[in-house]
């Protein structure tokens, strides 16, 4: 036992005589910048806050210091302990307790919880695969046999049966537009619909034609489907929630984004639409002009006219031939060989086309895109999961109270399905929580537990107008959901002790809004106010300008001019000459413009004037080189005239002003701000000496980056 004591005391002794150095090694590593109200600030967290607000990469290599860079850092600096000193009088004051703060918090937090509530990693691949398939486009057909999400499993089997019985007949080599047409004739013959069933007959040649698609103009697994095949090749079954749908892919075709084409159409209806198109052909070959061409041999009379230009057309609005025609490498202002298709002979001229951005471009398109569907709810459903397994989810429906074979589960849904009825699907469902007397938990997600009231609650809520289907289908599916909703709230609720880089965003958003509300308080709306102090500001800052410093030519008016605008409706009224020499004689008597309009009034002659208002007034004051009212050589007392419609206007320059001062209310804005700079510096010094602010100047000085 001695030995063993002696060991500990030794261990003890030699980490004690140690404790210093570590602790000085990691002060070295991370020193105190500046202290506010005894609280530390660390160089880390500095340098975290300024490389984001220059824009640099922390982890870059640090680059030669210059005096621009020292004086980033050194005003950066004085921001930061500016803002810690305010923060801490915005926390002494309660500011973080304010209702509406905590209410504008709340709305943010929302908004900002989005991205942290899915697998991000989910997301970033999804994105990166939506990005790889833009820039291909395929050509397919499909057969469908419906099937809803919520059918009976023997339905569903039936359905899957027969979607293998043809694309069994597909692979063998059947020809697929026929094997698309029979379907068709089948489902509408025995569909419950009459008019339905009169159309039995009524199929496309092409029945099942998509035409062409890119990324996000199908529905996500089907998609997927088409674009994980190679020409040629047909899909087994491929189930969504409309049913199964067994695709042939015709072709894969580099995507050019969206193009303008010209084209020379000759329909097959046209007993030489052959020759018609390579005589075409030939005068395009011979040099000639392609929309003259266009304009002579065209059956599309809709674009012969323009020369043969077609509307600007994504690939979805263009038949498959000329999407392939111009994905096959065709340049801008080149044209194709005659081609034939299911409707005639055409000639295709590449006008223009666009390419698709970079990744980072098409980022916000994607997202936008990606608001519905199994896409945008696969990186929800994924981090669901992984939150199932962090917080220990347990489904009593699923967990046996024995290990015996054939045990009883711990808990059911069959509680819930008793009070379910078909009127859930018309949205009119209603039903009595009383009738649910089994309260035993059906799941459980960390600390919280839910129970068939619950389940029923949800459903209810959440009712709509829905396809009948089987009622225990309906009832699991929405369990399905309810247990997901739940998961994900829990995990919300606990984002913050569970998600630091979170936490610390939260954290950011609660310290600007406190900012901004101790400004406001303190600083701006102070300023809006205090009138009195304003007055006493403005007697002192208006003495410290100089006229003669361009700096302060805000606070001066510059040389102005009054003038006065009396408009003449119609110059059949009173001749434009008659009435400079009425004005003139009253500026030089020192009439005012009531006046002015007097006098021409009692010139007007009332009986070619028509004009309501034969003469109006107006009166102007403009600074000289801040108007366009007067020319250079008007600037001085007189009358000038201007041609208005069927009459003008008189311009009376009555009075030049010399450059002088603004009043406090005719400079307010420039004079405001100033008062708030004012009120900004005066609260800043108080609260450094109040939270006695300490700057470790050597630690700044040493920072490169």
């Given amino acids: 036992m001695g030995k063993v004591m002696k060991k500990i005391t030794c261990f003890l002794v030699f980490s004690f005589c140690f404790l210093p150095l570590f602790v000085s090694a990691q002060k070295a590593a991370d020193p105190i910048i ?9 160089k880390s967290q500095f340098m975290r806050e300024f490389l984001r607000s220059i824009g640099k990469d922390p982890a870059a290599a640090p680059t030669a210091c210059t005096y621009e860079k020292r004086k980033a850092l050194e005003d950066y600096v004085q921001l930061y302990v500016n803002f810690q000193a305010k923060l801490a009088d915005a926390y002494a004051l309660g500011y973080d307790t304010l209702p509406s703060l905590k209410r504008e918090l709340a709305s943010y937090r929302d908004e900002l919880a989005a991205p942290y509530l899915i697998d991000s990693l989910t997301m970033q691949n999804l994105l990166h695969e939506a ?11 499909h057969v469908l046999v419906p099937c809803t999400e919520t059918a009976l499993p023997a339905d569903t089997a039936k359905a899957y049966q027969r979607a293998m019985e043809l694309y069994n007949r597909a692979v063998i080599g059947e020809d697929f537009y026929h094997i698309a047409q029979e379907e068709m004739r089948q489902q509408r013959a025995t569909h419950m619909d009459p008019e339905i069933r009169e159309k039995a007959n009524q199929v496309n040649p092409t029945e099942g034609d998509l035409g062409c ?12 489907a088409a674009y994980s095949m190679q020409p040629g090749e047909v899909s087994k ?8 749908h067994v695709i042939k892919l015709f072709g894969r075709y580099p995507y050019y984004g969206k193009a303008q084409l010209a084209h020379i159409w000759v329909p097959d209806s046209d007993p030489n639409a052959k020759g018609k198109i390579n005589s075409a052909y030939e005068h395009l070959q011979q040099g000639e002009d392609f929309g003259k061409v266009a304009r002579n041999h065209s059956g599309d009379r809709n674009s012969a006219t323009n020369g043969g230009l077609m509307p600007e057309l994504s690939c979805n609005q263009l038949p498959p031939a000329y999407v392939a025609a111009v994905s096959a490498g065709l340049q801008e202002g080149e044209y194709t060989e005659p081609f034939h298709t299911a409707y005639g002979w055409h000639i295709v001229k590449l006008i223009k086309q666009e390419t698709i951005p970079p990744f980072e471009s098409m980022v916000p398109y994607y997202k936008s895109r990606m608001t519905r569907g199994e896409r945008s709810t696969r990186p929800q459903h994924i981090f669901a999961e992984q939150c199932k397994a962090r917080y220990n989810f347990v489904d009593f429906t699923k967990q046996k109270t024995s290990k015996k074979r054939n045990a009883p589960y711990a808990a059911s849904l069959a509680a819930v399905r008793s009070v379910i009825t078909d009127s859930i699907f018309s949205a009119i469902f209603h039903y009595d929580s009383m009738q649910i007397t089994d309260m035993r938990p059906l799941f459980q997600i960390g600390d919280k537990q839910y129970n068939s009231r619950q389940l029923a609650r ?3 809520k959440n009712k709509k107008v829905r396809q009948l289907c089987d009622l225990d289908v309906f009832v699991e599916e929405r369990y399905k959901e309810f247990i997901e909703a739940k998961v994900l709230e829990y995990a919300d609720n606990h984002l913050e002790q569970d998600n630091a880089e979170f936490a610390s965003l939260l954290e950011e958003y609660r310290h600007g809004l406190m900012i901004f509300a101790y400004n406001d308080k303190m600083v701006w709306s102070r300023a809006l106010r205090d009138s009195a102090g304003f007055a006493d500001f403005y007697a002192k800052a208006s003495v410290t300008h100089n006229i003669d410093d361009t700096n302060d030519a805000v606070y001066f008016w510059d040389e102005r001019a009054r003038v006065g605008i009396l408009t003449v409706a119609d110059s059949a009224c009173l001749a434009p000459e008659k009435a400079v020499k009425i004005l003139t004689k009253g500026l030089k008597k020192g009439a005012d413009l009531s006046e002015f309009k007097s ?7 009332a009986k070619k004037c028509t004009a309501e208002e034969p003469v109006s007034i107006d009166a102007q004051t403009v600074e000289k080189g801040r108007q366009d009212l007067l020319q250079p050589a008007e600037w001085r007392m007189g009358v000038y005239t201007r041609p208005q419609g069927k009459g003008y206007r008189c311009l009376v320059v009555q009075q030049m002003l010399e450059p002088c001062p603004k009043s406090a209310i005719e400079a307010r804005g420039y004079y405001l701000n100033d008062y708030q700079n004012y009120l900004e510096q005066e609260v800043l010094s108080q609260l450094r000496k109040k939270y006695n602010v300490v700057i470790h100047q050597d630690v700044v000085d040493e920072i490169t980056y």
């Fill in 131 to 141: 990005y790889e398939r833009n820039h291909y486009v395929l050509h397919a057909a």
């Fill in 34 to 42: 500046f202290e506010v109200g005894g609280k530390p600030i660390y």
């Fill in 458 to 460: 949800y459903i209810y």
């Fill in 237 to 244: 079954p491929v189930r969504t929630r409309y049913g199964y």
């Fill in 213 to 224: 698609f890119t990324v996000f103009d199908m529905i996500y697994a089907f998609e997927s």
């Fill in 599 to 605: 006098s021409l009034m009692a010139k007007v002659n």
